[in-house]
């Protein structure tokens, strides 16, 4: 089996040193680069399996880098190391799609059980089949392993965690989808900021949905979501 690939962005010398080789002694291969510009780099070279991302760093910092994760590397799955406390920051960063947030100081083997949580939940919630990624949401087309949704000849890739929690609706559609357990699905744990994100997310997916006036996302108050789609029971 292969190892994990791991790209571990962090200006911090004596840091990055040492959680390079605390997770190369955990059996994982990291790549570690010192600033955003080189990390940008390097996703041009090879693919990850996992992003370790600081947030303040000279130049590009680690939300800038996140914003361009995002539009080049969609898939791509990352966490945040920080110093920075105020909640507004925990906010920006799961917005961003940040799968979780560690503050500084932390234990290393914190930061080794997050990353495989990560890891795992990811390859436990890939569907297998085509059958399993593509679904019709009234005029639309959700293909989920190309994390694109068509409306006619119309093509708009989605962002991983719009992916993420779209399919988690299409496998619930008509049904309800309860927000704490989605939140636990697409994060690995329910708190506030992490509600809060995914709140911001179903809220992309309503105006995304909203050239179909039959597809609705229906708010049920203190329980969850429900995607509406005609003609499906």
């Not at 600081?54 to 939300?63: K, N």
Request: charged residues 30%.
């Amino acid at each position: 089996m292969e190892p994990n690939n791991i790209l571990l962005v962090e200006d911090d010398l004596n840091l990055g040193f040492l959680l390079m080789e605390f997770l190369e002694l955990e059996g994982m291969k990291v790549t570690w680069r010192k600033d955003a510009q080189s990390a940008i780099q390097e996703l041009q070279k090879q693919d990850y399996d996992l992003g370790v991302l600081d947030i303040t760093m000279p130049g590009m910092d680690g939300f800038s880098l996140a914003k361009h994760i995002r539009t080049k590397h969609p898939q791509f799955p990352f966490l945040f190391l920080t110093a920075r406390l105020l909640k507004e920051d925990k906010l920006k960063g799961y917005q961003l799609g940040a799968e979780d947030y560690l503050t500084k100081p932390f234990d290393e083997e914190e930061l080794l059980c997050k990353i495989k949580v990560i890891l795992r939940r990811r390859e436990e919630a890939t569907p297998t089949s085509p059958a399993e990624q593509q679904f019709e949401i009234g005029r639309y087309l959700f293909d989920y392993s190309r994390q694109e949704i068509k409306l006619d000849d119309d093509i708009r890739r989605l962002t991983e965690k719009e992916s993420e929690i779209l399919l988690l609706l299409c496998q619930h559609r008509n049904r309800i989808l309860k927000r704490d357990l989605a939140v636990r699905r697409i994060y690995g744990k329910d708190d506030y900021f992490l509600g809060r994100s995914f709140d911001v997310f179903i809220s992309r997916l309503r105006k995304i949905l909203s050239q179909d006036p039959d597809v609705s996302i229906e708010n049920v108050f203190k329980v969850g979501f429900i995607l509406n789609v005609p003609g499906l029971n």
